[in-house]
Every structure is written in C-alpha cells, then in structure tokens.
C-alpha cells in the first residue's frame, strides 16, 4: 500500500528538503521527489503485499493499533512524517526482532528522539533481523544516538543503506559513527551525513573509513562546514586503491577553487567515480577549469557532475563545452543558477553538437538565457539525439524563444523527453507551437509550463494537443498558472479519458 503526501511538504519539513529545492531550480525535481510530485495534493494509493508506504498521514492511536498487525508481513516499510514518537519504536523494534522478511524501514521526519532510536537499535541487534536499508533523516537525533548506531553497525553486516541527514549528531557524534563504520563486520554500501554538524575535525576518521572500507560506494557530506583542508583529507582517502567509492556529494561544503586541484586528482586517477556533485561552494571559473582538465583524463568515467550555483560566468563554458563534446561517458550535468548568459549557451551548444556529445540531461534553470541563445538551442536538439531531459526555465526566453525551440523539436533527429519550461515569461501565444510539439512528438513524456501567463485560452490549446492519438505525454505540469473552473473540470476529464496522462497543478 502506498500513500504519497503533497509535494509542497517535502521542503517544508526538513534542511534537505529546502536544498534540494534550491539545487533543482524550485521546479525541477530528482525521481524520488518526481514521485512525491505526481499526487499534488491529494494522495495516491496503490496496493501492494509486499511494501507499505505511507507519507504524510498522522497516525492516531486508533489508526496505530489497527495498522501493527500487519507491519510483520512487508519488505518495505516507509512511514516518512507519520507523527511518529519515541512511543511507537518499541512496536517497530518489535517487528525488526522478529520479521526475516524486512529489508527496508524509512522513517523520515518523525520525532522519534534519541530515546525512541535507543529502543529501534534493540530490534535492529537481535540476530533475527536483516534489514539493509535505515533511513532516520530529520528524527531529532543528537550525539547521544550514535553510540547505539555504532553498535548496530558494528554487528549487522546486513545494513548497507543508512542515511541520518538532517539530524544535529555533531562532531563528537560523526566521530562515533565512524568507529562502528571502521569495524570489520560493517559492510555499509551507501551514508548520507547531509546537515548533521560536521566539521573539519571529522574529516580524518571518514577518510579513513574511505581507504579501508571498500564496500563504501555512495557518500554524502552535503550542507556541513567541512572547508578546503578537509576536503583535502578527503581525497587522501579516496586516492587509496581500496576505495572503491562511486558517488561523492559535497554541496554547499565552504569548497573554494583551492579544493579543485585535490577533486580534479580524484577524477584523472579513480575510474569507479561516477558522480560528483559539488554545488552550491563558490569554485568560479578558474575551480571548473581545473576540474574540465581532470574530466578530459582517459582514466576519467563521470557521469553525473553537478556544479549548480558555483558562481561561473560564460568564461566556463568554453572547458564545459570540451568536456560535454568529447566525454562520452558524461550523461547529466547540473548548471543551475550560475550567470553564463546567452555568450554561455552559445559556447556549451557548440559542445552539444558534436558527434560525441552523449549528454542526456541538462539543467540550466536561472541562468540569464534569454531569447536570443535560442535558435542556437533549436539547432542542438535537432542535431543531437542524444539529449533526454532538458530544463531550461527560470529565463527570460519569451514566446518567440519557444517558439525556435519547438521548430528543433520537430526535427525527426529530436528524441526529447522531458521539456522544463517554468517561469520564462510565456504567454498564450507560444501555445499553438507548444501543442503542435506536444500532438506530433511521441518520444515527448513531460512538459513543464508552470509560473506562466498561458490563461484559459493557452491551457485549453495543450489539452487539446494531449488527447491527439499521437500524443504520449504522460505529465502536463501547471503549477502557479490561473484559469476558471472550466479549465479544472476539462483537466479532470482529460486524465480519465486518457489513461497514463497526469495534469500536474
């Protein structure tokens, strides 16, 4: 069963969800916030016996007892923001003591406290117990938690998935963490330690968790006031051949251009590096020089690189540019809320559209684009068949830098799925070419026009689009858009009528 909340819950509830708002442009999302998304504000159900999913719904006393007979039967247990107290942990231990057949409990934002985990870890340490993924994120947890996490990580070598963002564990507590991280039996693949008060003082014992502990291949260290030189003993750890690490997050870490030197050794000399996210540190366009040279390296296989707000001017998009049409191993690149202005887009399309561009996802919200880059973006995706997912709002493009747009989307050599086009001063009159797109392109799967002028008459022209047999469009996305209630009742009508179409709004 699965009850998915309001998607305007996840940034208020928690640090990381704000974050991720901001690293995504507001509107544009990751898959797991994509699916909080689809059920607006109403919640979405869908059975299932083997996962329980149930977000956002507060659970009584009543609702509680009736629900506890079941928990013993799922693989999959997620109760994120259920109200859920210290009171409700000494059930939920009881069903990790005595359930083999739960691998996952995700228990985000409940005030479970430091007492309630206390009494979780009892259920996690008795031997009949196999979960693999914890995820405590913003449960109120403090240093006084990480001697029972310790313990558990310690003696389980099951779990292999714990994320704690968003809870104050501190320095001290990190410390202790990393001691149970260090012991043979831990055989923990992925730690989220987002917002949790780390300071430089940790950064030896997590570098030394990263040269001994080859299981460990996805590490986030994002919003925590980590700096330069503990960057730098970062990368020492990363460097040893036994780490096998392939996703390394650092965003919004006080990283400075003096850490690119150190990052960009990590990318020409580790291969198993896949993802490298280091937004939101004030790196300039000297740092990304440092770090394109690195990415050009044979030896480098990046595939996901993110550098959102890193204060870049067009200067990087020259390196950007070499890096995207001769990395063919690069497949998603976040540039969100740097300046680089029409001169910038022009240079990074000369990069789309070389043959050996394989880039599938772009993110350029809020970038001072403006129409003028736009026949140059057309010309890319008429060119390029490679590109999937392109995000391009937050800029001043107009009716007529949409309307560009979509002559390149016609061309045949154009396999776009997903078009992001929120808050770029549209109007009614770009909607003919937009449906036109919207009716004939049926790789097309999503369309976002949200915090746009489009009226009744703009939304009424799309929904005409979406019932054209041709069209596969799976989500029409319309936030912050104003109609009457005949615009509503004719969005309703057109998801029943057509099965597997979401109006988003």
């Known amino acids: 069963m699965q009850i998915l909340p309001p998607l305007f819950q996840l940034g208020a509830r928690s640090r990381r969800g704000r974050s991720l708002w901001r690293a995504r442009g507001c509107l544009a999302y990751s898959p797991a916030v994509a699916s909080l998304l689809l059920s607006r504000a109403g919640r979405s159900v869908v059975a299932s016996k083997m996962d329980l999913d149930i977000q956002c719904e507060e659970q009584s006393e009543s609702k509680w007892k009736e629900l506890l007979p079941s928990l013993n039967q799922y693989k999959t247990i997620r109760l994120d923001d259920c109200s859920l107290q210290n009171s409700h942990c000494q059930d939920l231990a009881a069903v990790l003591s005595s359930s083999e057949a739960l691998t996952e409990l995700k228990l985000n934002n409940n005030e479970l406290g430091d007492a309630g985990l206390e009494k979780l870890c009892k259920g996690l340490l008795d031997p009949s117990c196999k979960l693999q993924k914890l995820w405590l994120q913003n449960c109120n947890l403090t240093k006084a938690s990480c001697g029972n996490l310790r313990s558990v990580l310690s003696a389980k070598p099951s779990l292999i998935d714990l994320r704690l963002g968003d809870n104050r564990l501190g320095t001290s507590g990190v410390k202790i963490l990393c001691q149970g991280l260090l012991d043979p039996n831990c055989q923990l693949q992925k730690l989220q330690l987002e917002y949790c008060e780390l300071a430089p003082a940790n950064a030896e014992a997590l570098s030394s968790a990263l040269r001994t502990k080859t299981s460990l291949t996805e590490l986030n260290l994002s919003n925590n006031k980590l700096g330069d030189a503990a960057v730098k003993q970062l990368c020492q750890g990363l460097l040893d051949a036994n780490c096998k690490l392939e996703s390394l997050q650092l965003e919004n870490c006080r990283i400075t251009v003096a850490s690119c030197g150190d990052l960009g050794t990590i990318l020409s000399t580790k291969p198993s590096l896949k993802?490298?996210?280091?937004?939101?540190?004030?790196?300039?366009?000297?740092?990304?020089?440092?770090?394109?040279?690195?990415?050009?390296?044979?030896?480098?296989?990046?595939?996901?690189?993110?550098?959102?707000?890193?204060?870049?001017?067009?200067?990087?998009?020259?390196?950007?540019?070499?890096?995207?049409?001769?990395?063919?191993?690069?497949?998603?690149?976040?540039?969100?809320?740097?300046?680089?202005?029409?001169?910038?887009?022009?240079?990074?399309?000369?990069?789309?559209?070389?043959?050996?561009?394989?880039?599938?996802?772009?993110?350029?919200?809020?970038?001072?684009l403006t129409t003028a880059c736009c026949k140059s973006v057309a010309s890319v995706l008429s060119k390029n068949g490679a590109l999937k997912e392109l995000h391009i709002g937050g800029n001043n493009l107009q009716d007529e830098g949409v309307a560009q747009l979509c002559d390149g989307l016609m061309d045949p050599n154009c396999t776009l799925q997903s078009l992001w086009l929120g808050n770029s001063e549209l109007t009614p009159a770009c909607c003919d070419k937009l449906a036109t797109v919207i009716a004939a392109k049926q790789c097309l799967q999503e369309v976002d026009v949200s915090n746009n002028s489009l009226e009744d008459e703009g939304v009424r022209k799309l929904c005409e689009a979406v019932r054209s047999p041709n069209c596969h469009l799976q989500h029409l996305i319309l936030y912050d858009i104003y109609w009457n209630s005949a615009i509503e009742d004719e969005l309703k009508a057109l998801e029943e009528s057509k099965p597997g179409f979401k109006a988003i709004y």
Request: proline fraction near 2%.
């Open 275 to 368: 993802e490298l996210c280091i937004g939101e540190n004030k790196i300039g366009d000297a740092g990304v020089a440092l770090l394109c040279q690195s990415v050009l390296d044979p030896n480098c296989k990046i595939e996901k690189l993110w550098l959102w707000e890193c204060d870049l001017s067009a200067a990087s998009c020259k390196d950007l540019a070499n890096v995207i049409g001769t990395k063919e191993s690069l497949r998603e690149m976040s540039l969100i809320g740097n300046d680089l202005k029409d001169e910038g887009m022009e240079h990074l399309c000369q990069g789309l559209k070389d043959p050996k561009a394989a880039l599938q996802s772009l993110w350029l919200r809020e970038c001072g």
